[in-house]
Each structure stands twice: as structure tokens, then as C-alpha cells.
């Protein structure tokens, strides 16, 4: 006599209750991935181009506090932006590993260096505020404005 739970068509095979368990949630997080490689990527955050006119002294100011406070920026690169053993200066026009553009240093405060200790986001600040830190050293590079 064959129980109803150990019923099975002809050639059909039961997995034990853990196997298939296990198998069930693989084959669920496999679709799931499939989903997401299939779903168009987002676009990326477009940079904020810097001229004079967006180097207001409110959002210099707002940058500087962010690079000698929680940005922690200045423990590297130095209280003026002159650099030392650990980071580059980050005054005048030619830089190290970009261009000096704003759009180059507000890449690099937001992706950091790999194999540096140049950190994404340093000190845990937001998007907006690594524009504020990316514009106040595009300002002082520029000459714009005093470190």
C-alpha cells in the first residue's frame, strides 16, 4: 500500500524536505538575479559643473567646514590643501591622478582611489556635501578662494 505522500509518476523523483528546500531557494535568488541584469541600470548622477556663479562664498564656506570636519579630508591633504606622505596637495592646476576639473574631483570624493586610503564619500558625507567639499577645493586650486 502506497501512502498519498509517497505517491510520485513514473520516473519522478523526491527530494528530501531540506534538499529540496535548499534547491527551491537557489533556483529562486537564480531568477531573481536574472530579473535584475535584465532591468535597464539607472543613470548615474549627472556632476554639477563649477563656475564662479555656483562657487558661491555659502556653499565655499559649507565645503571648507566639511573637508576640516566630518569629511575628514584635511587629515590627509593637509589644513592648507598642501598634501604630505599620505595624499596629494590639492592646490594648483596640475594634480596627481586627475585633472584638476571640478568634474574630475567630485568624481574622485564620491568613487575614492582604490589602493589608497582616498575613501568613497570620506567621513560618511552624502552627495550633496561631497559637491560642497568638491567645490571648495575647485575653488582654492583655482585661486579662487584662501584654504
Not at 534547491?23 to 563656475?51: K, Y
Not at 591622478?97 to 575613501?119: C, K, N, W
Not at 567621513?123 to 583655482?142: F, N, R
Request: hydrophobic share 40%; aromatic share 4%.
Amino acid at each position: 500500500m502506497v501512502r498519498s505522500r509517497e505517491r510520485r509518476s513514473a520516473g519522478a523523483r523526491v527530494l528530501p524536505a531540506p534538499v529540496a528546500l535548499v534547491t527551491v531557494l537557489i533556483l529562486s535568488a537564480a531568477r531573481v538575479r536574472t530579473a535584475q541584469a535584465q532591468e535597464p541600470a539607472a543613470p548615474a548622477p549627472q556632476p554639477a559643473a563649477a563656475d564662479t556663479a555656483a562657487a558661491t562664498d555659502e556653499v565655499v564656506d559649507a565645503g571648507r567646514k566639511i573637508f576640516h570636519g566630518k569629511g575628514t579630508c584635511h587629515a590627509c591633504h593637509g589644513d592648507q590643501l598642501q598634501g604630505g606622505p599620505i595624499a596629494p596637495s590639492l592646490r594648483g592646476p596640475k594634480w596627481r591622478h586627475i585633472d584638476g576639473t571640478f568634474e574630475a574631483i567630485l568624481q574622485r570624493v564620491r568613487g575614492g582611489y582604490p589602493g589608497s586610503v582616498m575613501v568613497s564619500h570620506p567621513g560618511g558625507i552624502d552627495d550633496a556635501q561631497t559637491i560642497q567639499v568638491a567645490t571648495y577645493v575647485w575653488a582654492v586650486s583655482q585661486g579662487k578662494t584662501k584654504p
